[in-house]
């Protein structure tokens, strides 16, 4: 069974920067995993951020991060990362790890992820 664990949320100021860690343990290295980073607010749906394919490193953001976060991963064996920088109060929201196997298309629906973690919090003060 696929579980992950996030960590490295906090506080910041605009303009600071954190990075997300995101540890997936159980997964069968004889599948491929679109996994990644969804973010939800209170009162809002939880939406899409950014998606790391494991089959060849493809990415893909939300246009409301794009240039300012970086989705990465060194080898299967470490961590997924997110690294946010130039952070703004809007950014501020729980962070959740998410994973599906196969590819990354719809990659912003959360209904298509078979596996979520229990989320880490951004809070960004102005």
């Known amino acids: 069974q696929v579980q992950l664990v996030e960590s490295g949320g906090g506080s910041v100021q605009a303009g600071g920067s954190l990075r997300l860690s995101c540890v997936m343990t159980g997964y069968k290295s004889y599948y491929h995993y679109c996994y990644g980073w969804f973010r939800q607010t209170p009162g809002k749906e939880r939406e899409g951020v950014a998606v790391f394919y494991t089959r060849n490193g493809d990415t893909i953001y939300a246009d409301s991060v794009k240039g300012r976060f970086t989705i990465s991963r060194d080898n299967a064996k470490n961590p997924l990362y997110l690294q946010m920088d130039n952070l703004k109060p809007e950014d501020t929201a729980m962070y959740y790890c998410?994973?599906?196997?196969?590819?990354?298309?719809?990659?912003?629906?959360?209904?298509?992820?078979?596996?979520w973690g229990q989320g880490t919090q951004v809070t960004v003060s102005s």
């Open positions: 998410a994973a599906k196997v196969g590819s990354c298309g719809l990659w912003g629906s959360t209904e298509n992820y078979n596996y």
